[in-house]
């Protein structure tokens, strides 16, 4: 027992060097699982997967490994038996017919079908009794007592897996004859793409990122709307509850909830558009759009050296007036133009959020107007595309602005960027009490105590 | 009742579910090693049916909690039922109770509405508890499952821990909306189901659409088969399959051609788009299958 204990956990270790997060927990399931199926190498390949591998983009490279550990089991698969046991259909159409498997594979001994029975459990199956050597892992010791117990002439030596069989195994282990990778694989790529670098982005990466905001904008346009009006939960609303109750003799039977009212908040939003944050501050604007109704106003603005008024039409991004985004930037120049011209129509309901890497070509920062800004809106939040590493390096004036502002949150990528942003509506101020508990604060709220202030 | 191989694979047959290897094994490790099982895939290729499967297969009851944005545990979980409390502290009150007897009335399960996930451990007999499409939920809520789904036990303050007497087999599914957290992944055996090949599609479409030609079912699954290797918005479901090949059916008709798939394309495709683009390949789909 101890040489098929030892080999499973050479085969969990080469997982996680593959890189596959494998817990102790997994681990130990998926030796119940073995136990479970027996050595049969379908069910114990398909055990494995469903112990091991908790992501479909990960399947292929389980497979490869799992043929490289188990190359005797993976080879009788591919050499012995067009249809054996791996092969999904004869095992679908029922197993009792493990002697169906024999019919159809008249080279696998008739005795197989009780020594390869699933109901063959560890205990009598027949396991190799010397340990697996860990460093070559594909020649497994044992092989010889593994293959004899099933029928199978010792002789027969699985050749060593070569490069080119690894798609043909991934193929194999396809969950049907001819199945589409197409889902799993665009998950695999979407999550890929949600977690690149803004910094890293191609024109490429934008045109697929622009596609992927598709599914985040519905989310956007549904998730804070359902949140605000779930109104069941929250604060008691005393009179409406004693008036309902006076139409039952005075027996408050019906408890009438506090309706949750959407903040009346007003978001301005300042988006850099020059050098390596524009892709971000794209995709920023074109996700704020879709928040419109969950503001009482919504303002997005674009800036390089000034600002210019951003809008969405027939999906193509509209500045009006026309900016020039190969202008030198200036942050500075924008607050000042920013104050001189929407400063008076800015109040304590106005969230200001600010997207960009605060490079200011080492011109004034005219942290005073900041400041001014601060105090006179509820919020003023910066969300930072950069990463963290590089803030406050060169000409980034950000460590500066950081001081100035409510918050400073790192936007490096899509994902970060989405969930930043959807976190921005909330409710009314006095009914978010009742609630403190069962939600996050809106991310400003919690900033004084440190959240991202360097 | 002693669950084998064989069990389950026999169970599937029976109630008429086309599997193969990678489902049955999954499914019998889920009742073998009592573990939650964790459904992916696209929409439409039978990760709820799996549950209500299962229910035929244990002869258990299914309990079914459809996920949302916004779920909450009262919703989930429990609620005490405030109308029949009240009406008991009236009664209570004209008999003259003190608190504490009025306070053990009031507080029993009789005044306890369960929800699904309460009822799936409170069942004296093994549920089948389905989750469905648990990447809709908040992950605030993903997180409150994962105490549930280790231990199969709930603390409602005024009873108590209630612990499953038997843990129902719980199925979760989730379309990928959401990442789900490494935690709930951890928790659950995992299993893929993809969209069939053309082999299984056809044996489902004989299976579910009594009086259908071989030779047709199997062009309408290699047809829809093709349909999805285009780049769809949506590609077709098993259900939607069916659906058309019930049409075909009902249309009489003997063989596929082009001029009947056209007029029969909106039970397959549901976005203009996707029609639109399917229409003009329909002649190169149909020679290619």
Redesign the interface.
């Not at chain 1, 396809?174 to 799993?184: K, L, N, R, T, Y």
């Given at each position: 027992m101890t040489t098929l204990f030892g080999r499973l956990h050479d085969f969990v270790a080469a997982l996680r060097a593959a890189g596959i997060?494998v817990?102790v927990?997994?681990t130990m399931?998926a030796m119940?699982?073995v136990a479970?199926?027996g050595l049969w190498p379908?069910?114990m390949r398909?055990?494995l997967?469903?112990?091991l591998?908790?992501?479909?983009a990960d399947?292929p490279l389980f497979d490869r490994i799992f043929d490289r550990c188990f190359s005797s089991a993976a080879s009788r698969g591919k050499s012995g038996q067009p249809a054996g046991?791996?092969d999904?259909?004869a095992?679908?159409q029922?197993?009792?017919g493990a002697s169906s498997c024999g019919e159809k594979a008249p080279s696998r001994a008739p005795d197989h079908a009780n020594a390869d029975h699933?109901?063959f459990k560890g205990k009598a199956a027949p396991a190799p009794r010397r340990h697996a050597d860990p460093h070559a892992l594909h020649s497994l010791s044992g092989r010889d007592e593994l293959s004899a117990a099933r029928g199978i002439p010792a002789g027969v030596q699985p050749s060593p897996p070569t490069r080119g069989e690894a798609p043909a195994a991934a193929d194999r282990a396809?969950?049907?004859?001819?199945?589409?990778?197409?889902?799993?694989a665009r998950?695999a790529r979407m999550?890929a793409l949600e977690l690149k670098p803004f910094a890293a982005y191609t024109e490429v990466d934008y045109a697929a990122a622009r596609e992927a905001l598709e599914?985040l904008r519905r989310?956007f346009q549904?998730?804070p709307g359902?949140?605000l009006a779930?109104a069941?939960?929250g604060q008691l609303d005393f009179r409406r509850t004693i008036r309902a109750g006076l139409q039952r003799g005075g027996?408050?039977?019906?408890?009438k909830m506090r309706a949750r009212r959407p903040d009346h908040a007003e978001l301005l939003l300042l988006a850099d558009l020059s050098g390596s944050v524009r892709y971000a501050a794209e995709l920023a604007l074109e996700l704020i759009a879709a928040l419109g109704r969950c503001f009482r106003r919504l303002q997005a603005f674009a800036y390089v050296d000034r600002l210019s008024e951003a809008s969405f039409e027939r999906g193509y991004l509209v500045l009006t007036p026309p900016l020039d985004l190969y202008a030198r930037s200036d942050f500075g120049l924008v607050l000042e133009q920013l104050w001189r011209e929407l400063g008076p129509t800015l109040n304590r309901q106005t969230v200001v959020v600010i997207l960009g890497d605060g490079r200011n070509n080492r011109r004034p920062p005219r942290l005073e107007l900041l400041r001014a800004l601060g105090e006179r809106c509820r919020a003023v939040v910066w969300l930072s595309p950069e990463p963290r590493e590089r803030w406050g390096i060169g000409d980034s004036a950000l460590l500066q602005y950081a001081r100035e502002v409510d918050a400073l949150v790192s936007c490096e990528n899509l994902r970060q960027l989405s969930s930043a942003l959807v976190r921005l509506p909330r409710h009314k101020a006095a009914g978010s009490r009742a609630v403190a508990g069962?939600h996050r604060p809106a991310f400003w709220q919690s900033a004084k105590a440190g959240f991202a202030l360097p | 009742m002693d669950v084998?191989?064989?069990f389950v694979?026999?169970g599937l047959?029976r109630a008429r579910y086309?599997?193969?290897?990678?489902?049955?094994?999954?499914v019998?490790?889920a009742l073998?090693?009592d573990?939650p099982l964790?459904i992916?895939?696209?929409a439409g290729v039978g990760k709820t049916e799996v549950a209500k499967v299962l229910a035929e297969l244990l002869d258990a009851e299914l309990i079914r909690l459809q996920c949302?944005?916004?779920l909450?545990q009262?919703h989930a979980l429990y609620e005490w039922n405030?109308?029949k409390q009240?009406?008991r502290i009236?009664t209570d009150q004209r008999q003259g109770l003190n608190w504490d007897e009025v306070r053990q009335h009031i507080f029993s399960a009789d005044y306890l509405l369960e929800r699904p996930l309460l009822k799936a451990i409170t069942t004296p007999h093994r549920a089948v508890l389905l989750i469905d499409e648990v990447d809709k939920a908040d992950e605030?809520f993903e997180a409150f499952l994962l105490e549930l789904l280790s231990d199969f036990q709930v603390t409602v303050p005024e009873l108590g821990t209630i612990r499953a007497t038997k843990a129902p087999a719980a199925v979760l599914t989730s379309n990928?909306?959401r990442?789900l957290s490494?935690a709930l992944?951890?928790?659950?055996?995992?299993?893929?189901?993809?969209?069939?090949?053309?082999?299984?599609e056809r044996r489902i479409i004989e299976l579910k659409v009594p009086g259908m030609e071989a030779r047709l079912a199997a062009e309408v699954a290699r047809f829809v088969?093709a349909l999805?290797?285009l780049e769809l918005r949506k590609?077709p479901s098993i259900a939607e399959a069916l659906d058309w090949a019930r049409a075909l059916l009902r249309l009489r008709l003997k063989e596929l051609e082009a001029q009947s798939i056209r007029s029969t394309l909106g039970l397959l495709l549901k976005h203009e788009e996707d029609r639109a683009r399917a229409e003009a390949r329909v002649g190169a789909l149909l020679g290619r299958s």
């Open positions: 997060r817990s927990g997994e399931d119940r699982a479970a199926v379908g069910p398909e055990a997967a469903a112990a591998v908790k992501d479909e399947r046991a791996t999904p259909q095992a679908g029922g197993r009792a699933p109901r396809a969950p049907f004859e001819d199945a589409q990778p197409g889902w799993a998950a999550r599914k989310l549904t998730r359902r949140r779930r069941s939960f027996v408050m039977a019906e408890l069962r | 084998t191989p064989e694979s026999e047959s086309v599997t193969n290897q990678r489902v049955e094994t999954a019998f490790l073998a090693l573990k964790l992916e895939g696209p949302y944005e916004g909450d009262a405030y109308q009240l009406l009236q605030e990928r909306a990442e490494e992944r951890r928790r659950c055996l995992y299993l893929f189901i993809d969209f069939p090949g053309v082999e299984q088969n999805r290797k590609p």
